[in-house]
């Protein structure tokens, strides 16, 4: 599943794209990824102009003139690929994104009265596309349940602390990967924080003293901010808003760098499990 720095990119690329739009018509193949009245859609999608486009944690809101948003999780396997003069896809980096659509992943199209056409593919059927109340949205479950986002400007150390705090007993790679503590630090970017702060992932919540959650803090924000300007990881199921992998992995640290030198004392960096994920550490930087 994407990180939040590969959702970022994806929104960025979306808004460059599609804002001022007006929708002009829609079809879906199923309800299970499209779970919307035909009712909804003729009242407060079809002729409604994109106003915005917005991220929460994973999740993609695309507002529209209407008081509406569509809600879009590409989960595992979903794209968004954008047709017009020119051609933009983001997601799982099938043929999908170079062919012509729709195809046999295609499960919602999009419309523009302009002639272009947004298209959201999956081929695994695990996505989804939500039409709501554009007012409603901080009150559907997932947005009640879920942390603050790391990456916003009122985040500050102090909140960092105060939310880590909440699982004391908890080892603090579990903790960062809660979503319902912080929105979005997934498994790659839990890594490379934990190590730029020099903290072990099996170490608990309440050994850590107030320097090194900040230190923490610091490097969490860090390292997401250089995710997000280099369009994410280059992972094998992601690519950004222009149908390219992003490259933050060229700069990581020690995710998936077993076996090599430590880039800042030499030592072999390892892999074990922590949290129930593959996980990577300096055994000399990085002690219980």
Known sequence: MPELPEVETVRRGLANLIIGKVVSGEVHDTEKGFPNTPQDVRQFLIGASIIDVRRRAKVLMIDLSTGYSLLIHLKMTGQLVFVGDTRFGAGHPNDSLV?????????????????????????????????????????????QKVGPEPLSTDFTAHDFIQRLARRPKTNIKAALLDQSVIAGIGNIYADESLWGAKIHPKRLVNSLTEQEMTLLYTEMRAVMNLAVEKGGSSNSTYVNAEGKKGSYMDFARVFRREGLECPRCGAIIEKSRVAGRGTHTCPVCQVI
């Open 99 to 143: 062919n012509e659509l729709p195809d046999k992943s295609t499960r919602v199209t999009l419309t523009f009265n302009d002639g272009t056409t947004l298209y959201f593919n999956d081929q695994r059927k695990f996505g989804w596309v939500r039409l709501l109340p554009t007012l409603e949205i901080p009150n559907i479950p997932f947005m």
